[in-house]
């Protein structure tokens, strides 16, 4: 598009080298008169990217329009987020827009325009630093505008077919943000650099108001004028709860299935809501930790404040026929496990319990109850160095108690062998698996530990 509007000279910089076909297209470029180079610079090294700078006005011309579009994605919830990922998230968003900034701030530029993204105004979950990376760009444009300088910062929605986010749209539809498609990206890209207008910022993201509507719990009175009411296969709280009272437990509960099925296909972009396997668990379809905390808020705003649902749910009711049970007793409706009269033994204040088995995991290597009974009597305490798998301790230790941002101790009660935990043998996925607890994996194994001392059959209980 920039060739078609005049541009007659054209740098590329990016940290990946040209492939095959992008070198074929820019061959075709410079066989109709356009001066196309590629330069493999990373645009967060200043030093690189400077002598780059040189490179071009010496090779081709003088720099008069900027396009930085740079950008990598490093996804999680905050919680679980590490300074590595938002350093590697920043370093092409923040190093390399700051960096343009500074080597171009005396050139008399034309454009100087950033690719920002809709995450800096919906704060989309998980994209904590992606978000924060975007709201820079567009607040350095704000900056440059106030030096009187040119500049203007594109806040893209999803592209369909390039960037990052593609992968939102190969499964289905999103929600209620569309993508946009190449030819619909250029030509709004086209008229906001050929407007007579001065944007500081501009938002391009294709939206079905509809299932906007339907989607967000209270809609902005500026934005009702846009929504539509449109047919929906999916029940409002009021609608389900009508619904349910209406049905017995055995027709209560597909009711319960067929809407956790639904939600389920918003979530994991599925086409087929109907057609997922209610016996298959939800990490194996490919439920991640951030879509299991939007599973879990779409299920609530259904069914309302009757039942409270909690991420840990989702990992004791791991399929939807189990889930679907807990909710139906939840909801009052009965339980169709419960086939059989449940009665209980009273206890004796001095009756004799006997202990068949036990299993343990004690810091000082203590993996079982002979080993830490050894330690007992030897009067080992189980304290030792933090061990290096847990994290590097040297590079924060400080004997000084005084220094600020050190620590001063270097020693614990540690258990070890945390990562040696066998998933398949617990019929457990790897998706599963990073999402447990540690505590939790540690109450398996030694579970299964006791069981096995016992002589217990793990499958018959």
């Known amino acids: ?8 000279s054209i740098a590329l910089l990016s940290r990946r080298e040209v492939n095959e076909a992008q070198m074929e297209q820019i061959s075709l470029w410079q066989q109709s008169g356009v001066m196309v180079k590629a330069y493999p610079v990373d645009v967060s090294d200043y030093e690189k ?3 780059a700078f040189a490179s ?18 490093s996804d999680g919830l905050i919680l679980n987020q590490s300074c590595e990922q938002y350093q590697q998230v920043y370093a092409a ?3 390399g827009g700051w960096y343009l900034h500074q080597l171009t701030q005396e050139k008399r530029l034309d454009h100087f325009v950033v690719f920002s993204s809709m995450a800096a ?13 975007n709201v820079f760009l567009d607040q350095l444009i704000a900056y440059r505008q106030s030096k009187g300088l040119t500049g203007l910062s594109i806040n893209w929605g999803a592209w369909s077919e390039t960037g990052s986010a593609t992968h939102l749209f ?4 999103s929600s209620f943000v569309e993508p946009i498609d190449t030819a619909g990206g250029i030509e ?3 008229t906001l650099l050929l407007s007579d207008q001065s944007y500081q910022k501009m938002c391009v993201m294709p939206i079905n108001w509809s299932l906007f509507s339907r989607d967000q719990i209270k809609l902005p009175n500026y934005l009702k004028g846009f929504a539509s009411d449109g047919p929906s296969q999916a029940f409002s709280h009021d609608q389900f709860k009508a619904k349910l009272n209406e049905l017995g437990a055995e027709d209560a509960i597909d009711l319960i299935q067929e809407q956790l099925k639904r939600e389920l296909a918003k979530v994991l972009q599925a086409s087929d809501p109907l057609g997922i396997d209610i016996h298959q668990g939800f990490f194996e379809m490919g439920l991640d930790s951030l879509m299991s905390l939007e599973y879990k808020n779409r299920l609530q705003t259904i069914l309302g404040q009757e039942v409270n649902i909690s991420p840990q749910d989702l990992f004791d009711y791991p399929n939807i026929t189990d889930l679907s049970k807990y909710l139906l007793k939840q909801l009052g409706k009965g339980d169709l496990d419960a086939t059989a009269e449940v009665t209980s033994n009273e206890i004796k204040e001095n009756e004799a319990i006997a202990i068949v088995s036990l299993d343990c995991r004690f810091p000082g290597g203590a993996d079982s109850p002979e080993l830490f009974w050894s330690n007992l009597q030897s009067g080992e305490d189980g304290i030792d ?18 220094i600020k941002g050190k620590m001063y101790l270097n020693q614990g009660g540690f258990i070890g062998d945390i990562s040696q935990f066998d998933a398949s043998y617990f019929q457990l996925s790897p998706k599963e698996v990073q999402l447990l607890d540690p505590q939790h994996r540690l109450l398996l194994e030694v579970s299964h530990g006791a069981l096995e001392r016992g002589g217990l059959d793990s499958s018959k209980l």
């Open 170 to 173: 190969r499964k289905g539809p």
């Open 1 to 8: 598009e920039l060739i078609r509007q005049g541009a007659r």
């Open 49 to 51: 990217l400077k002598q």
């Open 56 to 73: 071009i006005e010496r090779a081709q011309d003088e720099i008069r329009g900027v396009f930085h579009g740079a950008g990598l994605l």
């Open 385 to 402: 160095f933090i061990p290096q798998d847990r994290w590097d301790w040297q590079a924060y230790y400080e004997e000084d108690e005084a």
């Open 188 to 190: 709004a890209l086209t």
């Open 121 to 133: 105004i919906t704060g989309p979950g998980g994209q904590s630093n992606h978000a924060a990376a």
């Open 93 to 95: 968003k923040v190093k």
